[in-house]
Nanobody, 124 residues
Framework: QVQLVESGGGLVQAGGSLRLSCAAS????????MGWFRQAPGKEREFVAT????????YYADSVKGRFTISRDNAKKTCNLQMNSLKPEDTAVYYC?????????????????WGQGTQVTVSS
């Protein structure tokens, strides 16, 4: 089992920044994939960003490219999402995801382990 705990959500004005963190524990492999997804009210969960173990590969949703940056600290088993230039449409519950079976993944179905989610609200 892998446990994920997110932190860092909150309320911010449009144009502001937030930094989300995800701490993994439990039976994590040496190359497990980690990523971020989000779900707005009435919408399906959508991919935000992911990074492979070494940091050599990253993928971002088109809607966040140039504004969000994903990073990892493998020694600490943490994954962070720096969110800049936030927009009201970024408002959602943000989820950290991890899976020891894959190296990187851009769809929710590829991940078996999920955090509880952290609310991000961007006011206009």
């Amino acid at each position: 089992q892998v446990q994920l705990v997110e932190s860092g959500g909150g309320l911010v004005q449009a144009g502001g920044s937030l930094r989300l963190s995800c701490a993994a524990s439990g039976r994590t492999s040496s190359t497990f994939a980690m990523g971020w997804f989000r779900q707005a009210p009435g919408k399906e969960r959508e991919f935000v960003a992911t990074m492979n173990w070494s940091g050599s590969s990253t993928y971002y949703a088109d809607s966040v490219k140039g504004r969000f940056t994903i990073s990892r600290d493998n020694a600490k088993k943490t994954c962070n999402l720096q969110m800049n230039s936030l927009k009201p449409e970024d408002t959602a519950v943000y989820y950290c995801a991890a899976d020891p079976r894959i190296r990187i993944g851009r769809t929710s179905g590829e991940y078996d382990y999920w955090g509880q989610g952290t609310q991000v609200t961007v006011s206009s």
